[in-house]
């Protein structure tokens, strides 16, 4: 393994090792240094979904980044798959929003509409009346009055993705270095030294900091202000049943092994991760509003995780200004936008000339 | 395991109670859940596992290890060893397709 | 002041009746049909001459069982039978499931009692069907009178031998017993150990068993390695080797045996801390000796913190009781708590001898690739390796690269295993190496059930 390259990606979670597979890709050397087994890695605790609306409504160029995202991911998916042998089981087929209220039925309605304007039309969501939704999901019942579809919206095995990209990063030639924490990191004639608690030295022309919440602990250390905080949400998982939904919604899906997934929750609970009785039942009886027949279907686990948020929901991408070279990227949907931090992102990293323009992503937006 | 048939320690208290298994009878008598009783008659396969299909059946008998799974009364993933077997409830194997039964 | 007691085996039954003695109103939760535990299973039901083929330990249980319905008679203690707890938070809330509905109920203390669970044997053809462990052949016995015909056992343990009695003692004695330890760890054990009367009478149980199989012809060979389980509908051959030499012998049930730990499903979804035990390849809940936790007023209480048999759990619970009194106001208390204790050390000694004479041999430590270790998801061993390899420090990133864990068992079965496996190929230590993140439910309740909850104040 080395200890040196051109790039030390700090956070081996989803969203590091997405971008890892793009600067491999790329032809760069890269390191990753990554936390520990305890650690609270999103990226094993989110719903595995790749989505796109619902993003975006006041800020434009995030709804379309997203988009873009959703439409580059089956090829990614497809070579990832093929180079490692990894089932990802993407499927993308559309997905749902289901309501059950009126008010914000129309209140969606209305915001799907300007984000459609603002985006040149580009945006092709449907909502789906009451009959409409129960002849397409035969599940759904209940409270259940419309659904909003937007058809690049889609899930997968958000695990196997994660294995996939590790596996794919390995063969590659990443150094993954496990269990580390950083202790002091300088720039030294154009040089990143970083050194871990553990002693181990590291030196990189450029250094990523994807370490979901820890950015806000490692960020300062190159300048960021690193504004993360966690949000909890909270997931149920059903016992496997044979396949009764044909499409994911935002919160409830069939993953492929065949449980039902329900969310979700959205807690500020500080740094804890733990599942609470209070959430589980409210997000079982707003399951059951919508498909009451999942009433008896069996609880097999929950659990909590604490998503990464910035201020405003959207993902940082910014390049220190006091240390040139040094890269904060964090967001709350790694998973969504894997397959475009693996190409546009790396692109931005390596200061290629097709490079996505992302100054609307940087921390200056929080100095206003 | 062999046949369920009553030792000379049981013959004169010949169980009377059955319930069914797929399409045979298989008796009990008080007290054994449906996994022992099915143990008993010679039944060791109650499910098919999801991944590889590959047959289960009880293993611990104490609700730990899960793997005595069996649709009892229509009712899929039911642990055939914390069910008191009962006059007359309908017990299947669960086969990896067994499972769509959401009524 | 409300205690739940979680736990109706041994632990749970002394506990509770220390803490009605002195006025406590105590609510026991159980998943049995009846109260017992494991130990005294179903002997509410088993008639006398049943009994006495069990065992005497069997029918000192019940006397406790008396004591027990008597107290439910004066109505100062609520047993909850087919009770399924699914969870238990810090905060002392207690949620359980019983036909169909879920309460919730928050009490002043807790004390737990779970007992143990059989080991996990991972051989070759040990998922086949019609291989059970000894403990459910136990089951069978106390509950259909049933001793499977023509069984061989394999492994070792104290409950090894004693099932072998007892099916003895129903006219269906083994065919024979594929023992595991060989006279190096008996040696071992011997030299470590410091005989105190408990272990002596203890020993002298053990001997009075291995007399009763040797009259009665039932094959013993011991050292036993290799073995694997070839399985066509109720027929097994089961395959080993003993010093090199390769033997075979059919069965019609195989049953397995390697020792019993901690079950610590609850303990580790209330993020107590637990240690690993290099003597029981296991980890145990960190306890004071007296059965408190790191959590005020949530105590435990006999073979869920540590095994220790029956009889220490009994003593065991009695203490946790008597910690839960002293910890509460109850004067006088700590007197007694301090004399119990020294009760409950003289089962101490003993149980070394048997850790070292029984340890888990080469299955445990470095089992083929194409053994089943996760059974619920069907990963094997190869599959674990390959992904420890991709990149896997602890038991949760395997979980979430493999799968294995993540089954209906909740790692039960493959966790302590899992974590052995791993611990060795990265070089760490089991505590290093942590153990599965255990959520509730820690078992099935359904989703109406968790919808509707009807809390009791």
Redesign the interface.
Known sequence: MRTEADFAIIGGGIVGLSVAHGLLRQGCSVICIDGSDTDFRASRGNFGLVWVQGKGIRAPFYAAWTQNAARIYPDFVRELSQETGVQINYNQAGGYEYFTDPQTLSQRMDEYKQLKKALNDDYPYEFLSSSQIRAAEPMIGGETIGASFYPYDGHLNPLQLLKALASYCQKQGLSHYLGEELKTADKKEGVFRIVTKKGLTISANKVVISAGLGAKKIGPLFGFLGLVSPQRGQILVTEKISPILNRPSVTIRQVDEGAIQIGDSQEQAGFNDNETQAQMSRIARNAIKVMPKLAQLRLVRAWGSLRVMSPDGLPIYHQSHTMPGAFLITCHSGITLAATHSTNLSLWLTGHKNAPELSRFSEDRFHA | MPQNFPDLARIDSMPKSFFYFEEKKIYFEQDMSVAAALLCAGVTDFRQTQVLHKPRGPFCMMGACFDCLLVIDGMVNQQGCMWLAKQGIKVKRQTSDVLSEIN | MRVAVIGAGPAGISASLALVARSVHVTMLD???SAGG?IYR?LA?VSVDQAQNLGPDYITGKSLLKQLEQAIDKKILTLFSRTSVW?V?EKK?V?WSIDGKSY?QKFDAIILATGS??RAMPIDGW???????V??AQ??IK????S??SSVLVGSGPLFYLVACQMLEM?NPPKALLETQNNLDLLKAFIQLRPNLTSLLYLAKGLVMLAKLRFAGVKRIKAVRDVRIKSK??AHIIEFSKVGTKSQIEA??VLLHAGVHP?IQITQAL?LKHDWSQENHCFEPRTDKFGRTSLKNIFMAGDGIKILGADAAKISGKCAALALLADNGFLNAKADLSRTYRLHQKYVQIRKFLDVLYAPKDWYSCPTNNIVIC????VTAGKIRE?VK????????LK??S?CG?????G??CGNIVINLISEMVGQTPEE??YF?I???I??????E??N?ETII
Do not use: H, W
């Open positions: 998943e049995q049909q494991q179903n039901n969870s938070t809330e949620y919730c669970i059989e998922t086949n069907p019609g291989v059970i462990t403990g459910a089951i069978l509950t259909a009178r049933y499977p015909p006219g509908g109720n019609e049930t079950n993020g059974r619920c998801e069907e992904a991709i990149g896997c420090l602890g038991p949760n990133q979430a690269y799968r993540m089954g209906n068992c909740q039960r079965y190496t942590g993140r959520r509730s439910p078992k099935p309740v359904s989703l109406a968790v919808a909850l």
